[in-house]
């Protein structure tokens, strides 16, 4: 105790005498213009761009894309493709959050590598992943067939493939939570009469619940703006099988550009309200913290 | 409602290391049992297995006549007190006090009255919208207890109640935890690594070291009539002489010490000796032996005195300063023993105090590290 708060000072110390050289030698407005320069022009300008050119042939193109049906329907596909997503990846997220954080088994360190491995493979050789298993030939394809289930160039595929995608990010966001909450309000919880399911639905989820809303959040992100697994899989089938982003990828090449700009807004401006929405999930989780 | 708890034979081993070896006691119903042993010593796990938070490899559990190893804790209906608390953090006081009635399905007036009437007993009635972050240690602590005494338990599991809180509090809690026990006589089973605690609280003290019982007696005999060398050495602070068995004497220094019957005759052994049970003398009496007056520290009403005996071994004696007839620094005196244990050299080696933080000096062994510190011989 006596023996860390003595060392702790100094460290703080150096670490702030570094921080003054190093703005010292640059003088005071620099890193701050080229920090915000960064931000505005790497982030600002293309959101700018989209804007600008979503509205430049002026604004009834805009109603008139909304009420085109394939625009309707492109939106309502992402909208339920995202939906399965999230419940799924937030109940078997948190199923497998539970047992990395909790369970000792032999070859926990590579389920726990395995998790990150959407993030490490290429979205389009996810796609063709799931086309070897699914497609005419794969393993799966003929279990399906028979059953007259069309999982390749529809729904389930996409839907697949877009979860496969998404898997990390609650598991990623809950098992640190999980792991800091520790055992014994749980436990406490038991010696009180609680059963598994009153203490899972009482306590824990209450504990854990702003780290899994910013996991459901970046789910949801990544599975609207989701783009190559999906365009493999789901043969971009006009008004049936094509999403959001593969209407933009569609607009663009029929030279729709307004119409491509227009959809292509209209997610952005989804995931900037989401991402506002985890920045305040954020600030209030670590204020709780405190 | 209380209900005595009785283990019998327990067991418990995490991989290779057996953590709770054969272990059997009773706890008397009504009172508080006190597990006491240094950290490691398996005193934790054998609670957590009477609440069902840990299986008993094999034993048996009984609580108030009934068996209860096999039974889930929800089944146990004990209340726990966990040392750092683990009160529900998204909770506010009433609804932590409330949920071992809400679980249970109580009635909303009658749950709602039994919270007042908890947070009334532990004195936190003006704090109950507070939650636990806006509480202090000692506040929390008193909190789990409510918490964990609404449902009405048949008896009370404390592991460590007090052990997270600074020295002030802990004393604090401890004189107000023996006027609820005895305003609510349930049986109560406390572990603790603090002797002081253990000796105040509980009229029955368990101690126990790796994993094994040393001795299960009343605080006095604990004190007075130690087991075992360990137990000596633990509880409370002891001086260690070595010298030979004769006659049934322990012999050492030109002096001896009794009740050494047990041993054989030319065999090594050593006295456990309390610092209050040494005398000293100008002149020599019956059985004394002379020693030399190291260092003297005066703490106000008492002092330390570090001993050298004639054989070089050093003790240390705590004495009132009115009994010290002005001994001081450098004298040559005469030591005499009022009370002394001996035991057989390996009977076990010394003990190691509690915790971590175990420092000895030579001859020397305590269990409370700061005494040792205050009273390290040669610090000038």
């Known amino acids: 105790m006596t023996a860390t708060q003595t060392r702790q000072p100094p460290a703080r110390k150096a670490a702030g005498l570094r921080r003054t050289s190093l703005r010292r030698r640059l003088g005071p407005g620099v890193l701050l213009a080229v920090a915000l320069a960064y931000v505005l022009v790497l982030l600002l300008g293309p959101l700018g761009g989209i804007v600008y050119y979503a509205f430049k042939s002026g604004i009834s193109v805009v109603g008139q894309t909304f009420t085109q049906p394939d625009v309707q329907h492109a939106f309502y596909l992402t909208f339920i493709i995202m939906a399965i997503t999230v419940i799924v990846n937030t109940v078997f997220g948190v199923l497998v959050a539970l047992v990395l954080a909790r369970d000792r088994f032999p070859g926990k360190r590579l389920v726990s590598a395995l998790v990150d491995l959407p993030l490490a493979v290429s979205p389009v050789i996810v796609g063709l992943m799931a086309v070897l298993l699914f497609g005419t030939g794969g393993w799966f394809q003929s279990f399906f067939a028979a059953r007259g289930i069309q999982v390749i160039f529809a729904l389930p595929s996409m839907v697949l493939v877009t979860i496969f995608i998404s898997i990390p990010f609650v598991i990623r966001e809950v098992v640190p939570v999980l792991q800091e909450l520790g055992l014994e309000e749980e436990q406490a919880a038991w010696t009180l009469g609680a059963s598994k399911a009153q203490t899972f639905f009482r306590v824990t989820l209450p504990n854990i619940r702003w780290g899994l809303l910013y996991g459901i959040a970046l789910s949801a992100a990544r599975a609207i703006g989701e783009v190559g697994a999906v365009l493999i899989v789901s043969g971009s089938i006009e008004g049936k099988t094509e999403t959001a982003t593969l209407f933009i990828l569609r607009a663009f090449d029929q030279y729709q550009d307004q119409q491509g700009y227009i959809v292509a807004l209209t997610l952005a401006v989804f995931s900037i309200v989401l991402l506002i929405g985890i920045e305040t999930f954020k600030r209030k989780r670590t204020r709780e913290a405190r | ?380």
Do not use: C
């Open chain 2, 1 to 380: 409602m209380a209900g005595a708890i009785t283990v019998q034979g327990l067991t418990k081993t995490f991989g290779e290391f057996r953590a709770v070896d054969n272990v059997s006691f009773e706890a008397r119903a009504g009172e508080i049992t006190a597990l006491l042993g240094p950290s490691g010593s398996g005193k934790s796990t054998v609670l957590r297995m009477i609440a069902g938070l840990e299986l008993p490899d094999s034993g048996s559990i009984w609580v108030g006549g009934e068996e209860h190893t096999d039974k889930t804790p929800q089944e146990r209906r004990l209340g726990f007190v966990f040392q750092h608390y683990a009160l529900f953090r998204h909770m506010n006081v009433r609804q932590n006090v409330e949920f071992g009635l809400k679980v249970r399905k109580t009635l909303r007036a009658e749950a709602r009255s039994r919270v007042d009437e908890l947070l009334d007993l532990v004195g936190l009635a003006p704090f109950g919208d507070r939650y636990p972050d806006q509480l202090s240690g000692g506040q929390r602590q008193r909190v789990a207890l409510a918490r964990a005494l609404a449902p009405r338990p048949g008896v009370l599991l404390l592991d460590e109640p007090f052990g997270a809180l600074d020295a002030h509090v802990r004393q604090e809690l401890r004189r107000w935890l023996d006027g609820l026990h005895r305003e609510l006589g349930v049986t109560s089973l406390l572990v603790t690594h603090d002797q002081e605690e253990a000796l105040e609280l509980a009229s029955a003290v368990v101690v126990m070291r790796r994993g094994r019982v040393e001795q299960a007696a009343p605080p006095v005999d604990i004190y007075n009539r130690p087991a075992t060398p360990f137990v000596a050495g633990f509880v409370g602070a002891s001086n260690l002489v070595k010298g030979v068995v004769r006659e049934g004497e322990l012999r050492f220094a030109g002096s001896a010490v009794a009740d050494a019957d047990h041993l054989a005759d030319g065999s090594d052994a050593q006295a456990y000796i309390r610092p209050h049970d040494v005398l000293l003398t100008a002149s020599p009496v019956s059985r004394s032996f002379p020693v030399t007056v190291d260092r003297r520290t005066n703490l106000g009403w008492q002092s330390k005195l570090q001993l050298r005996l004639g054989d070089g071994q050093a003790i240390f004696a705590e004495l009132p300063n009115d009994e010290l007839n002005g001994i001081d620094e450098g004298q040559d005196v005469h030591a005499s023993l009022r009370n002394a244990k001996v035991f057989s050299l390996d009977a076990g080696e010394p003990p190691a105090g509690p915790g971590e933080g175990t420092s000895s000096t030579e001859g020397l062994h305590t269990s409370d590290e700061d005494e040792v510190l205050a009273s390290r011989p040669g610090h000038d």
